[in-house]
């Protein structure tokens, strides 16, 4: 047969950089539906003295076991009969309706089952969703967390990075590795370079649970993330967990005064096989209920490392954004994603980001690639530090604070150089493999891993190794860097260690500012209640918003 | 990816035909197509006691139900890689299939504690791989390589051979990391449906068996 005549329009667009991406029809019988399965349940409760005798269409005595801790630890039973009868519709108008404050929303919202949740979801369209979410957030001031890695985990060059996302306005760095036996050293980068670069940045090692509850409680990280929870019992039976083992977690970084937050999100149960026949959202609804139940103050969501697959099926997107909204419904801080590289389209990758950008939230990513992508040891970010300047243009653009700010050449080359002078002291005083003065210039100004030399890995292995099984704490770091001359780093980590005891930083969604003070949803409650209220840009804020250094100055001409 | 679009499309088939037919999922390997290898189970998969063993998992589906990694490395190319690194550096290798899980963390620390020098691999259908050893939490690991589109046959030897390397006690340069950002937007979706058809295959109460692998051709 002749091959049919192709249209020139049509081969350009197949060309189009979307056409890259993965795009996958519904698959009802194993989950791979975004929002609004039919195997999804109806939402009922039955309350019974003071007990959920039936929820979602399901009897007690056949709850699964993430029904049951849901049943018992997440839904107020005292308000669940008068939220309950109300309609998804009625729900949902109250989210955007400026006129009802939002703690009657999340007084109703607490009492709600996952069923009902996710059907409160399907009413609203991804407008009315950002509507809601700049009403329902929990801390009125937007902030922004980035992800500081690096595809050789150099640990200079990893200062380096820390120390410029702290300065470029990211309040939370995380990190993770490429090879596991790094991770002590990427701890200790990060520790360091986010103090350089601004006291009080909080950071973090997504690794292994029992390993990143170690390094939390040595002082060498600051808060944690990477403690997942799931929708569907099988897989978190997969993973030797239950809702009790991750509560339990939970409550031993609550012990050691270290924040935390866990992690879900759509697409997780289904990429796993282990759906169970239900829509994605529907799952995550259950997740923020476990986490709810928990007592944890927040969680990241947002798809996070399973974007691509909501992402390949209709409507994903805007589920994604919705359970960022029933988080911050269930007043939980939210970390709400946009952390994962999903698509081949720079325009597709804008629209993505704009349902938390524009309205804010706790965290708007989860985190922004503080170095280039081809570093993001999390697989790549929606956004890394090559976009940067598209960032600070679109926060001056439409006036939105985006947690970032304008920052010079100088103080970013004086930044990165002062953290890695810090790296190389460390490593001196601790007997680690040297750092030499040319490692130290070239992670000053590089901009990623291939700008750097390669290190001997085995021994920095050895060394890392060593730290750890010598029981090395934050204070021995302070110490060492106190006694190389920099007393400042030195003194910007002793108030963090200062944080987790006095635990204010325990709140629901908080950060630290420079001088210790924490901002939280304690003493920086969202107060949103239509144009006027919530959160106002202070002129200071504004104008160092305007500052990008690129634009041109009507005076100089 | 007009292949993978075909991928999926013969794996939705494939689902949907079981799911009309009402035919349970089986519980045991299907038969061999055309994958270059054949495996044959030999019962129960015993600890081993040899110090220069490296046991190697993979799920029931490898070489069966499918034949190729997510980028179509065929899974006989995968174990000769593998065994290839592991008998460069003078070691034995075992292979087990695990049935009870398809988490790649579980099968290679299951693989490590059966194996006698504590040294395991696990390898997914899609190519996933991880380096285990048996006193580390299974979440934990000594290499990991999460991104299955990008493991070629070449990564596969060195796998092989890093493996062998803990197995004699050195401490080698880990296999470099590989880090593609576009991986997932080109291929989540398609590794989502892939791994739902090998958990197909999960019997938790199955334990892993010994298989003895014999290359075609």
New interface residues.
């Given amino acids: 047969m002749a091959q049919q005549k192709r249209s020139k329009r049509f081969e350009v667009l197949e060309n189009r950089a979307v056409h890259k991406d993965g795009f996958i029809g519904e698959w009802i019988d194993v989950g791979l539906i975004a929002m609004g399965s039919p195997n999804d349940p109806k939402p009922s409760i039955k309350v019974q003295n003071g007990k959920v005798v039936e929820m979602d269409g399901k009897t007690r005595a056949n709850f699964d076991m993430i029904e049951q801790f849901v049943a018992d630890y997440s839904i107020d039973t005292s308000v669940a009969e008068e939220a309950m009868s109300k309609s998804c519709l009625e729900l949902a108008r109250m989210l955007v309706d400026i006129n009802v404050p939002r703690d009657e929303v999340r007084r109703l919202f607490g009492a709600l089952t996952p069923a009902k949740l996710a059907g409160v979801m399907a009413e609203m369209n991804i407008v009315e969703i950002m509507m809601a979410m700049q009403k329902m957030r929990c801390r009125q001031t937007p902030a922004n967390q980035a992800h500081v890695t690096s595809a050789k985990d150099h640990p200079v060059l990893l200062a380096a990075d820390a120390a410029e996302a702290a300065l470029r306005g990211f309040v939370e760095i995380e990190t993770t590795v490429g090879v596991v036996r790094y991770a002590p050293f990427n701890a200790l980068a990060l520790l360091i370079g986010g103090q350089v670069g601004r006291p009080g940045t909080l950071s973090q090692d997504a690794l292994e649970e029992a390993f990143e509850l170690q390094i939390g409680m040595r002082g060498l990280t600051a808060y944690a993330e990477t403690v997942s929870v799931y929708g569907t019992e099988s897989v978190f039976v997969d993973g030797d967990d239950t809702p009790w083992s991750k509560s339990f977690l939970a409550s031993a970084y609550a012990s050691r005064g270290l924040k935390m937050r866990f992690t879900s999100g759509t697409g997780s149960e289904v990429q796993m096989g282990a759906a169970e026949g239900r829509s994605m959202l529907y799952l995550e609804a259950r997740c923020v209920m476990v986490t709810k139940g928990a007592g944890v103050q927040g969680l990241q969501n947002g798809s996070i490392s399973c974007i691509g697959v909501p992402g390949a099926v209709p409507s994903g997107i805007r589920a994604i954004a919705a359970e960022n909204l029933i988080t911050m419904a269930l007043d939980l801080e939210v970390a709400s994603g946009n952390d994962q590289t999903f698509s081949h389209s720079d325009l597709r990758r804008v629209a993505r980001t704009i349902p938390q950008f524009f309205p804010g939230t706790d965290l708007i990513f989860s985190g922004y690639s503080a170095t280039p992508n081809y570093d993001n040891m999390f697989a790549g970010s929606n956004w890394d530090i090559e976009d940067v300047d598209d960032y600070l243009a679109l926060q001056r653009d439409f006036r939105v604070d985006g947690g970032l700010k304008p920052v010079s050449e100088d103080e970013v080359i004086a930044a990165r150089n002062k953290a890695a002078r810090a790296m190389q002291a460390i490593f001196e005083e601790f007997g680690f493999p040297p750092i030499t003065d040319e490692e130290v210039e070239l992670a000053t100004y590089a901009n990623g891993s291939k700008d750097v030399g390669t290190r001997n890995v085995p021994e920095d292995l050895k060394a890392a190794e060593r730290l750890m099984k010598e029981g090395v704490t934050g204070i021995d770091v302070a110490k060492a860097l106190a006694k190389r001359g920099f007393r400042d780093i030195a003194a910007a980590l002793v108030m963090m260690m200062k944080q987790r005891v006095s635990g204010d930083y325990l709140q629901t969604s908080a950060w630290i500012a420079s001088d210790g003070t924490v901002y939280s949803a304690v003493n920086d409650p969202n107060t949103y209640q239509g144009p006027g209220t919530g959160y106002q840009m202070s002129e200071e804020r504004w104008n160092e918003i305007k500052a990008i250094p690129w634009a041109v100055n009507p005076e100089d001409i | ?1 007009q292949l ?1 679009q075909e991928l ?1 499309q013969k794996v ?1 088939a494939e ?2 035909a079981e ?1 009309m037919n009402g035919a349970p999922a089986p519980s045991s390997a299907p038969e061999a197509e055309v994958s270059g290898i054949v495996c044959t189970e030999k019962g129960k998969a015993a600890r081993g006691t040899d110090p220069r063993e490296v046991v190697v998992a993979v799920t029931p589906a490898f070489g069966t139900t499918f034949t190729k990694t997510i980028v179509d490395v065929p899974h006989a190319e995968v174990l000769r890689q593998i065994f290839a690194g592991i008998e460069e550096e003078g070691l034995r290798v075992r292979v087990i299939r695990v049935y009870h ?3 790649v963390a ?1 099968m290679a620390h299951q693989a490590a504690k059966l194996s006698g020098s504590g040294i395991g691999i696990g390898v997914l259908s899609r190519g996933t791989s991880i380096i285990h050893q048996k006193d580390l ?8 390589f ?2 299955s589109p990008l493991l070629d046959p070449l990564t596969f030897r060195a796998i092989g051979k890093n493996a062998a390397k803990y197995a004699k006690g050195e ?4 296999v470099p ?1 590989k ?15 892939l ?6 295959f999960i019997d938790r109460n199955k334990a892993p068996m010994e298989i003895s692998v014999t290359f075609e051709g």
């Fill in positions: 990816m993978s999926i939705i689902v949907l799911v899980t398809a988490d579980f939490n299974p979440l934990s690991n000594l290499e990991l999460p991104q401490q080698p340069t880990p990391t880090n593609d950002p576009m991986a997932r937007p080109r291929y989540q979706g398609l590794a989502a449906l791994h739902n058809k090998e958990a197909r």
